[in-house]
């Protein structure tokens, strides 16, 4: 039952990550649609953490890549070095290689070395000297980003963006939650002793399952109609794209499998949509992204038929 | 071109059935060999049809036409006008149905069948004949339905024709009110317009007014302002008969004038007089009509009389003076006439007059003697009296004793006038019966009555009405309380059919609201009615206008609602709107960006003691809206039945 893996799962994670049980049901949502995760925020609210207790959880192979301003793309998809005994190159395969990845302050890094992973991240295949290397399947990976205000970053440009499938911040916790997190347990230790609940194949049911649930063309009308605002509204630079579309849909998918029911409802939509759209549409004056009020409302401005 | 595909069975069923609706209501006109014929030819179409047989050679067909054709010349002698012109109309279209072999033919059958619902109203226009030209309209509408679309489930077309056919009634309404009224029967032609209207005749011999008595026809309708007179008042005035030959009586001299020759005066009773048509020209008003009646003309023997003979249903606004003392001046000539007399007819009456006229000292002795002579002959009052001879008055008087009304009259006039006093027969309609649904008074030519005027010095014209001598109560309360058990009686005068009686009055009432607003809209009412709506004068262009505007107007508001109702089709929708209205009723609207599920868990906060069934009644809808295909009809039953039956606090 993929349901059941995905309730497994989140009980888990909530024991270790408190108070945060929409933003960890969000990154497992993004994870059975197949998409990556960006999660902007402040230092030190367990964006590593959550990386690491999916891993943990999922029994996935993990890698952590501390992104800086001199690190380069062979440092992420690997380097083919000549190897003298067998007169040609080998290729050594990168930290990219695994099966989830944690992009560690993916804005400290260039441009050029951003675009590696994001190339990575979309093809699922990585091209070293004319050689295609396939990546791990699952291949999911957790960029993290602090607030593109501080000093020392390279803001990721609109169309790498695109290629997460959703944003989340975590924020600071709640009162009673950072009151246990406080007293309780280390949680690097906790996550230590914490087992895998599932194995990598049931999480390929899950996304396989996700796949199958059912959109109905009422849905899809109100995808379209919610699109359609993004397009026409003229507090935004531009609307949603059809890939945005797509994802949206994926998202719900997800969502809706998470929820335990086999069809897409506009609740999953309008649960996902901030997420999906907001790290992807610029208000028209002054090009900042959109807060989540302005979604809310773009939301409440489509009637649910 | 598609339209020379084969039909299929189910459009050319539909056909059929329209073909035989339309022309079902016709076959009472059409001659009776013409009907039999159409019969049969949708019976051998219907047969081929069933067992997928070919239809007969064209050569048949042609012939069959012609010979019908003859057939119709015949019987009508010529082709032209209305009867030949639907007979011909009729044989054509069964022969089209056997001819017909691609979509097209049923087409052409289609507009045949339309135009033949119209030939309907050539010959009356009843409500019945109405709902009958409808359910023919429907059925042929239907079969233009399936030639769109042949794969449609019957009771959807039904439907669908049903709503297409509704649609156009606000049209037919506006058409109605606003296209310019043409005064006349537009169809009628000249010969055949004004044939089988029954009435009272100007000349009664014996047994003339029982024939009437027999007819459950309605001579005309009155509706009083207030309470009707007694039915010992009503007497309906028609022909006034003075001259005598022995056997008939016939009108007598008199004027016709615009001022009636009396003063009236005592009570008033105003009414609305809706007549239906005899083709005379004399109203039936109540006894006696005030002065200032428009568009009539009085006659010296107080009769109303219209400017022409009444051939259309007609309303009459009417007030009347039931006490009024009339002609106490009389013409001479007028006075001759009533105490005119055959020579050598009824010598045994003239007799008894004349012992009364030794007997009594003065015309009002001599009257009263007759009346009190009459009442020890010992007459009784049938409907089917004996058949009189010669001497019509002594045989009734002395041998059989038994009459109708007309004999009463007919005897109590002569043996006044051989007692030396003037008195005359006036015929009408006596009584009356009240239509206890709408309270109109409803006088049906069975209420036919023959009465009698004596001329007495200084008292004028005194109405006599020697049938009470014998039958009192048919003065009181109707024929059928006056004749004896077993007398022959029209079906409705009979007591103890109660509850037909019942069926009829209601029926009556919806023909009189019928007559009185769709067939008595004519060019004045339609008249009144604009000016009353701020068109005073409205010639033609004021009409097109009118007509112009308003089908614009609807135009406009059907497509608005068409626009509103193209989403609630779906009766899943439909059930989730009203159940959104209920609770908005209860001030928990659905806002429109809200999710089924969102919207099911605010309303389990907000009405928490129904917690239960409001989740469940959001949680379906999500599952029956969202899940893939279209939902099962029974669970969306299911759901709006849960809907309707939900009731809050």
Redesign the interface.
């Known amino acids: 039952m993929p349901h059941r893996y995905a309730i497994r799962v989140l009980e888990a994670a909530n024991c270790i990550i408190l108070g945060k049980d929409r933003e960890l049901r969000l990154a497992l949502a993004c994870l059975i649609a197949r998409g990556h995760l960006l999660i902007e925020d402040l230092p030190g609210v367990g964006k590593t953490t959550l990386a690491h207790v999916i891993a943990r959880l999922i029994g996935l192979h993990f890698q952590r890549i501390q992104f800086t301003s001199d690190l380069l793309p062979a440092d992420i998809v690997g380097v083919s070095i000549f190897d003298r005994e067998a007169s040609s190159f080998r290729f050594h395969p990168g930290p990219i290689f695994s099966q989830l990845i944690l992009a560690d302050e993916i804005n400290r890094a260039t441009p050029k070395t951003q675009s590696a992973l994001l190339e990575a991240m979309e093809e699922r295949q990585v091209t070293a000297d004319s050689e295609t290397h396939p990546l791990p399947e699952p291949f999911f990976v957790i960029a993290t980003q602090n607030p593109s205000h501080q000093i020392g970053t390279f803001p990721l440009p609109e169309s790498q963006l695109d290629r997460f499938l959703l944003r989340i911040r975590l924020g600071y916790p709640d009162r009673s939650a950072e009151r246990a997190l406080l007293m309780g347990e280390d949680r690097r230790e906790l996550l230590e002793r914490q087992p895998a609940v599932i194995q990598p194949d049931a999480l390929l049911a899950m996304q396989q399952a996700a796949h199958a649930i059912t959109v109905s063309e009422r849905l899809v009308d109100y995808v379209q109609a919610l699109l359609a605002t993004t397009r026409h509204s003229p507090e935004l630079a531009a609307g949603l794209s059809p890939r945005a579309g797509l994802g949206l849909i994926a998202a719900a998918r997800a969502w809706a499998l998470i929820e335990g029911r086999d069809h897409v409802l506009p609740e999953d939509i309008q649960t996902v949509f901030p997420h999906v759209a907001a790290h992807r549409l610029h208000t028209a004056g002054d090009g900042r992204s959109v807060t989540p009020e302005a979604l809310g409302q773009l939301v409440r401005d489509v009637p649910v038929v | 071109m598609r339209d020379t595909r084969a039909p299929t069975p189910a459009q050319f069923g539909w056909l059929l059935a329209a073909v035989t609706a339309t022309l079902a209501p016709h076959a009472i006109e059409l001659p009776y060999w013409l009907a039999i014929l159409c019969a049969s030819l949708i019976a051998i179409r219907s047969a081929l049809l069933w067992r997928r047989g070919k239809p007969p050679h064209q050569l048949v067909i042609v012939l069959v036409a012609v010979a019908a054709g003859i057939g119709v010349r015949f019987e009508f002698s010529h082709f032209f006008g209305k009867d030949p012109g639907v007979a011909l109309l009729a044989v054509l279209l069964c022969l089209k149905l056997l001819e017909s072999r691609t979509t097209r033919d049923l087409r052409a059958a289609v507009l045949l069948a339309y135009f033949l619902q119209l030939g309907l109203f050539f010959y009356n226009q009843t409500p019945g004949i109405a709902a009958l030209a409808l359910a023919g309209a429907l059925l042929t509408t239907t079969t233009l339905l399936s030639l769109e679309d042949a794969a449609a489930r019957p009771v959807a077309q039904l439907r669908t024709s049903a709503v297409l056919l509704s649609q156009g009634l606000p049209f037919m309404l506006v058409l109605f009110v606003l296209f310019p009224r043409v005064q006349g029967p537009l169809w009628g032609l000249p010969s055949d317009a004004y044939s089988g209207m029954t009435g009272l005749s100007d000349t009664m011999t014996p047994g003339s007014i029982s024939q009437l008595g027999l007819s459950d026809a309605i001579a005309f309708r009155a509706e009083f302002d207030g309470t009707p007179p007694p039915p010992s008042q009503r007497y309906w005035r028609g022909p006034v008969l003075t001259r005598y030959d022995g056997r008939s009586w016939r009108p007598g001299f008199s004027t016709i004038a615009r001022e009636p020759r009396y003063e009236p005066s005592g009570r008033a009773y105003e009414y609305r007089l809706t007549l239906e048509p005899h083709n005379q020209p004399w109203l039936l008003a109540l006894d006696f009509p005030a002065a200032d009646i428009p568009k009539t003309r009085y006659a010296g023997d107080f009769r109303l009389l219209a400017e022409q003979p009444v051939r259309m249903r007609t309303r009459f606004d009417l007030r009347s003076y039931p006490a009024t003392a009339v002609g106490k001046v009389e013409d001479a000539i007028v006075l001759a006439e009533a105490q005119r007399l055959p020579a050598n007819v009824n010598p045994r009456s003239r007799a008894l007059a004349r012992e009364i006229a030794t007997e009594g000292a003065g015309p009002s002795e001599i009257l009263a003697l007759t009346l009190e002579r009459l009442r020890g002959l010992d007459l009784t009052y049938t409907l089917s009296p004996p058949l009189l001879g010669t001497h019509s008055v002594d045989e009734f008087l002395f041998d059989t004793r038994q009459g109708f009304c007309e004999h009463f009259a007919s005897a109590f006039v002569f043996l006044m006038r051989a007692a030396g006093v003037p008195a005359r027969v006036v015929t009408g309609y006596q009584g009356g019966e009240i239509n206890p649904v709408d309270g109109s008074l409803v006088v049906r030519q069975s209420d036919a009555h023959a009465w009698a005027e004596v001329w007495l010095v200084g008292r004028g014209w005194v109405r006599v009405d020697p049938t009470a001598l014998a039958a009192p109560s048919r003065i009181e309360s109707g024929l059928s309380a006056a004749l004896p058990d077993w007398d022959v009686l029209p079906l409705l005068r009979r007591p103890g059919m109660d509850w037909l009686r019942d069926l009829r009055h209601r029926w009556d009432a919806v023909s009189n609201t019928w007559n009185q607003w769709v067939l008595g809209y004519n060019p004045d009412r339609q008249r009144d009615l604009l000016e009353r709506m701020g068109f005073p004068q409205p010639d033609w262009r004021t009409l097109a206008m009118l007509l112009g505007v308003s089908a614009a107007g609807l135009m406009l508001l059907l497509l608005a609602w068409a626009f509103a109702q193209r ?1 609630q089709h779906d009766p899943l ?1 439909a059930a989730w709107t009203s159940f959104s209205r209920k609770l908005a009723r209860h001030g928990a609207a659905r ?8 919207y099911g868990k605010r309303l389990a906060m907000t009405f928490p003691e129904h917690a239960e069934p409001l989740r469940t009644i959001s949680e379906d809808y ?2 029956l ?4 295909g279209p939902a099962d009809p029974h669970s969306v039953r299911l759901l709006a039945r849960h809907i309707r039956r939900l009731k809050l606090k």
Do not use: C, N, T
């Open positions: 989403r929708d806002h429109p960006w809200e999710g089924p599920l969102d999500a599952r809206r969202y899940r893939i």
